[in-house]
């Protein structure tokens, strides 16, 4: 994305990385990039008085990225706000792009909330961008630093910040402070109203996540393997004693290789793993590989069902709000490894 200053002039320092984009980006990436950039441009030109600002109604608009987010702010903001997510189920937000309509819609927002730790990949940088002159919350950014997991061995040897913190439900319980917080500054009125939802969320979530203990904890230890498609359980692993494979790293944008294939089907293999697990977010050619090659080396492995990694189900079902999405999930785990 391109940075602009109060002319609307490009920083050197953007404009030169602006031409190494169009030096390293395919032809088609680069010019989704420039139309999300020409958008904002256009709206950043607009009068104060006709783009985003001020309450609607009775009510505050909040848009939010991701389904897991958008149920926070909705929980927390109750009848105050009116919540959009821009990612519907089954959207990968490692590999979304923003179209001209949700930077209209965030640059119309009273509160952005997204999670941070670039989930959001190619949304990102229009996020970072948006936050300097719109009141946004990062919610994964507040959490503790020494608890949020790393990449290639940490962020000392140049790791990447593992975004999949809501796997972790007493860890994403953490979050709601950081969306109460933001409604409270941006109505302050309504204050003791957002904190009392925020309270009976937050032991919403601790009760759901002694749930999960409990019931994970009546899989044989042996049998606590999870092999997913790509690695968004780690802090899922971390929280409730589960070791956890992946044939993709922690973002789905690189492709996996033979060999990560390979040494997966080794392992499923030799350990007997009963079970492995596709995502509803994440294409299953890669999984479709591994259970023909387990089955091609004498080891017929079963497929466990489907999880919901990095996008919620549909709308208007248990599955579309976080806690229906983790019960489908810790359901679909046991009831596939014992």
Not at 136 to 164: M, N, Q, V
Not at 252 to 259: L, P, Q
Not at 277 to 290: D, I, K, P
Request: net charge negative; charged share 25%.
């Amino acid at each position: 994305m391109m940075g602009f200053d109060a002319g609307l002039g490009l920083h050197i320092h953007e404009r030169n990385h602006f031409l190494l984009n169009y030096q390293t980006m395919n032809r088609r990436e680069f010019f989704s990039g420039l139309a999300t950039s020409l958008a904002l441009l256009a709206l950043w030109g607009c009068e104060s008085s006709t783009v985003g600002g001020g309450k609607r109604g009775d009510t505050w608009r909040v848009v939010c990225t991701t389904g897991m987010v958008a149920d926070v702010a909705r929980e927390v903001g109750g009848s105050r706000v009116a919540v959009t997510s821009l990612m519907g189920e089954g959207v990968d937000p490692h590999l979304y792009k923003a179209s001209p309509g949700d930077v209209k819609q965030l640059e119309d927002a009273d509160l952005i909330c997204y999670s941070g730790l670039h989930l959001e990949g190619k949304l990102a940088e229009t996020l970072e961008q948006l936050a300097h002159r719109k009141k946004a919350c990062a919610l994964a950014e507040h959490l503790p630093k020494d608890r949020i997991l790393y990449s290639d061995g940490g962020e000392s040897d140049g790791g990447f910040p593992d975004p999949h913190v809501w796997f972790d439900v007493a860890l994403w319980a953490q979050t709601i402070d950081a969306v109460r917080e933001s409604l409270a500054k941006l109505d302050p009125e309504h204050a003791s109203e957002f904190e009392v939802n925020a309270k009976r969320y937050h032991a919403e979530l601790l009760k759901l996540h002694a749930e999960c203990r409990e019931q994970l904890a009546s899989i044989p230890k042996s049998r606590r393997v999870l092999v997913t498609a790509h690695d968004a359980f780690r802090y899922f692993g971390r929280a409730y004693d589960i070791d956890v494979k992946a044939i993709q790293g922690i973002s789905t944008e690189g492709e996996a290789g033979v060999k990560q294939i390979n040494e997966l089907v080794h392992f499923i293999s030799e350990n007997r793993i009963k079970a492995v697990f596709t995502e509803s977010s994440v294409n299953e050619r890669n999984m479709q590989s591994l259970v023909e090659g387990c089955k091609q080396g004498g080891h017929e492995v079963g497929r466990g069902g489907e999880l919901f990694s990095d996008a919620m189900g549909k709308a208007d079902t248990p599955e579309g709000t976080y806690i229906g999405m983790v019960r489908h999930n810790i359901t679909m785990i046991v009831q596939g490894l014992k």
